[in-house]
T-cell receptor
């Protein structure tokens, strides 16, 4: 299978930093996406990692280790509006297959 | 606005009925994906089309079917509806070129159709 694992829920405080982890099976790996989804709304694209390392985009950064089958999404200076689900999705070669994890629901409290 | 449109936005129907959900991808995108998301659940991949052909199938029930037309819009047909089919149905499109296999498969999601089966 191509299981993608991420925590179900996390809680963090406004202004803080939170790291959301994602592990996946490495066989056939092509790239990894992070999406943000507010309740009842469509997922929106945050980042895409193909190579090892950290990619920074404003308050959001995404890290990838291909050999370990591991990624994380780092959110800095948390704001209340960051309360949402964060979906890790892996693009596997052979068949245009992108597999979504179940998502991590992040609660940001004042 | 992702550029992907879905109609209708809301749909309320009864068990046993049949409905059709429609999706128009972003201009130029050849791939269309359909997903189901039940309350507080993750995205469940249903099916993918590329330039009119079925490319990948997920956990799609036999009561469900889809197609992609020459103008690249897609329809998802749900029949013999059950209470458990109540969910948000998302369509997404991506622009990856099948022959070149380059570019990312970044998916752009439509606003979804909320289906309620009573």
């Amino acid at each position: 299978g191509q299981n993608i694992d991420q925590p179900t829920e996390m809680t963090a405080t406004e202004g803080a930093i939170v790291q959301i982890n994602c592990t996946y099976q490495t066989s056939g790996f092509n790239g990894l996406f992070w999406y943000q989804q507010h309740a009842g709304e469509a997922p929106t694209f945050l980042s895409y990692n193909v190579l090892d390392g950290l990619e920074e985009k404003g308050r959001f950064s995404s890290f990838l280790s291909r050999s370990k089958g591991y990624s994380y999404l780092l959110l800095k200076e948390l704001q209340m509006k960051d309360s949402a689900s964060y979906l890790c999705a892996v693009d596997y070669t052979g068949g245009f297959k992108t597999i979504f994890g179940a998502g991590t629901r992040l609660f940001v409290k004042a | 606005d992702s550029g992907v449109t879905q109609t209708p936005k809301h749909l309320i129907t009864a068990t046993g009925q049949r409905v059709t959900l429609r999706c128009s991808p972003r201009s130029g995108d050849l791939s269309v994906y359909w997903y189901q998301q039940s309350l507080d659940q993750g995205l469940q991949f249903l099916i993918q089309y590329y330039n009119g052909e079925e490319r990948a199938k997920g956990n799609i029930l036999e009561r469900f079917s889809a197609q992609q037309f020459p103008d690249l819009h897609s329809e998802l047909n749900l029949s013999s509806l059950e209470l458990g089919d109540s969910a948000l149905y998302f369509c997404a499109s991506s622009g990856r070129d099948r022959e070149k296999l380059d570019g990312t498969d970044t998916q752009y999601f439509g606003p979804g159709t909320r289906l309620t089966v009573l």
